[in-house]
C-alpha cells in the first residue's frame, strides 16, 4: 500500500508544483515566495554558459525554453502543457541581463491574460524537470522543447 502511495505522489507533486505560482522556494525580504525569475525589480532574462552553449537563463540560472509550437509570439501551451511547461510570466517589464540582446526582449499577453516573457518571436517558458540552476533536462524533449540561444534561435543540438 505504501509504494502505490509513493508511485502517485511523485507526479502529483509535480504536477502540483507546475500548476502553482512556479515558485522555486526563495522567499522575498518580508517572508513571501517569489516565483523564478522575479528579482525585487521584476524578472530579469540573461545568459549562461552551459553544455549547449550560451543559452538564456532567468535571474537565478534556471534555463528558459522554446516551445516550436508557438508562433509569432502566441503560446500554444495549453493548460496540460502549462502544468510540466510553466510559462516565465512577469508583471512589469522584463530586464536585459549580461548577453541579453535587449532589442528582443518584449512581454506579450497570452489567452487568459497572462504577460509572458518572449524572445525574438519564442514565449519563453521553464521546464519542471530542471531541478537546479544549469540543468537543461527539457531540452529537446518531444523534438518541440529547445534552449533559446542570445540570437533568438533555438538550440537544437542534445543535451
Excluded at 521584476?42 to 508562433?71: C, Q
Amino acid at each position: 500500500m505504501h509504494a502505490r502511495k509513493a508511485f502517485f505522489a511523485i507526479p502529483l507533486a509535480l504536477g502540483l508544483v507546475a500548476c502553482g505560482s512556479g515558485s522555486d522556494g526563495a522567499t522575498d525580504s518580508a517572508g513571501g515566495r517569489k516565483a523564478p525569475g522575479r528579482s525585487a525589480s521584476g524578472t530579469e532574462v540573461t545568459v549562461a554558459n552551459v553544455e549547449l552553449g550560451s543559452i538564456l537563463v532567468d535571474g537565478r540560472g534556471r534555463t528558459l525554453y522554446a516551445f516550436t509550437k508557438d508562433k509569432e509570439t502566441t503560446s500554444n501551451c495549453a493548460a496540460e502543457c502549462i502544468a510540466v511547461w510553466p510559462a516565465l510570466t512577469t508583471h512589469s517589464p522584463a530586464a536585459a541581463g549580461k548577453g541579453v540582446e535587449r532589442s528582443l526582449l518584449r512581454e506579450a499577453r497570452q489567452a487568459g491574460g497572462a504577460v509572458q516573457v518572449t524572445y525574438g518571436e519564442w514565449p519563453l517558458y521553464y521546464y519542471v524537470g530542471d531541478m537546479v540552476p544549469g540543468d537543461v533536462n527539457g531540452q529537446g524533449l518531444d523534438g518541440e522543447w529547445f534552449a533559446v540561444s542570445p540570437d533568438g534561435k533555438l538550440v537544437r543540438k542534445p543535451a
